[in-house]
């Protein structure tokens, strides 16, 4: 495939390369031919870095027969802008990019965003850490990797790495602590876990974002109330059935099945941590059995009320005998 070689783009992107300088990396085709450019946008902030909140890298490839054919325009790693303002800027520079079918129209894209960012210039984004938005007085910081947090969220975050960085330190062999001479902990953006660094002290002097101060106590309302209980009465009946993983039940495990290998429990079980030995075979025939015959024989369990679990608990191993007999009392009957 070869290009031809149009001098207005080589112009275009020679001029480019003079304002922009090392902000602008040209991609070029064996021969030495641009295809496509690339640069970070920033808002104009008058290169103070520091009041830059919002950042966006914009692609611009260059077809063959550009500019007579429009060029394709990506927006890349926006920070600090929400979804509505990255489509807006999308939509725009590809009207921009049809109305200057024919001219060099790179510069005038570069313009567009750099527009867009200044007078979007405060991060509409949430702090990841609380999940609130950014109100007028919040302290906030900004990382270098373009993410925002609360300084106090922020403060919290580094604050607990450290800690667990300490823990993890704590719990390695005293003779790898010699050896290894203690490297400082190294903080991760919550967000794309790129190394940061943060002045602990301006953060942690920083209140807590007013969302979070505002924030209604919680309630416990009716409706939580009656959820608790449903979800009560679902606890305690997965828990008969040997769902509920009971850890101390589970450390114990070994020792329940050398000492009371065949010991049948003759009532409810006290706790799980009898059940789960034999509990989870039995289980199986049983819910099998019930599936094979579908829901009825459930009914028949519910009729019976808390009996009815007590019943084919006490008696395992007859309980499929019994099992079976309501079902076909129940398949009788119909
Ligand atoms: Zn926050
Ligand atoms: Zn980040």
Redesign the pocket.
């Known amino acids: 495939m070869s290009c031809e070689v149009d001098e207005r783009v080589v112009d275009e992107v020679e001029a480019l390369k003079a304002i922009l300088m090392d902000e602008l990396v040209v991609r070029t085709n064996e021969s030495g031919y641009p295809v496509a450019v690339e640069t970070v946008i920033f808002p104009s902030t008058a290169d103070d870095a520091m009041q830059q909140y919002v950042r966006l890298t914009l692609e611009v490839e260059l077809p063959t027969g550009y500019p007579d054919v429009v060029p394709t325009v990506s927006l890349r790693n926006p920070r600090g802008l929400d979804d509505s303002m990255i489509a807006r800027i999308d939509r725009e520079t590809k009207e921009k990019c049809e109305s200057y079918r024919g001219q060099a129209v790179i510069y005038e894209l570069i313009e567009l965003v750099k527009e867009h960012l200044t007078a979007s210039n405060l991060p509409c984004c949430q ?1 990841a ?4 938005g950014f109100r007028e007085g919040d302290h906030f910081t900004k990382t270098q990797c373009y993410h925002y ?2 300084s ?2 922020l403060a919290c975050h580094v604050t607990s790495s450290e800690k667990s960085y300490q823990e993890e330190l704590d719990k390695l062999p005293a003779w790898l602590r010699v050896q290894q001479p203690q490297s400082p902990c190294q903080v991760l953006c919550p967000v794309c876990r790129e190394p940061i660094k943060c002045d602990m002290e301006l953060l942690s002097s920083a209140a807590p ?1 007013l969302d ?1 101060e505002n924030a209604r106590q919680f309630e416990l309302s009716d409706e939580l109330r009656s959820l608790q209980k449903q979800m009560a009465t679902l606890f305690s009946y997965q828990k008969r059935r040997g769902g509920i993983i009971d850890p101390e039940a589970e450390d114990s495990k070994l020792l329940l099945v050398t000492d009371t290998p065949e010991q049948e429990p003759e009532d409810d079980p006290p706790g799980p941590s009898l059940l789960l030995p034999q509990h989870p075979l039995h289980q199986h025939n049983s819910t099998s059995g019930s599936m094979a015959s579908s829901f009825p024989s459930r009914g028949d369990w519910r009729r019976g009320g808390r009996g009815g679990f007590r019943g084919r608990g006490s008696s395992s191993s007859h309980r499929n005998k019994h099992g079976r007999r309501h079902h076909q009392a129940a398949a009788t009957s119909r």
């Open positions: 702090c850490i609380c999940l609130y947090f609360h106090h969220c974002p979070v």
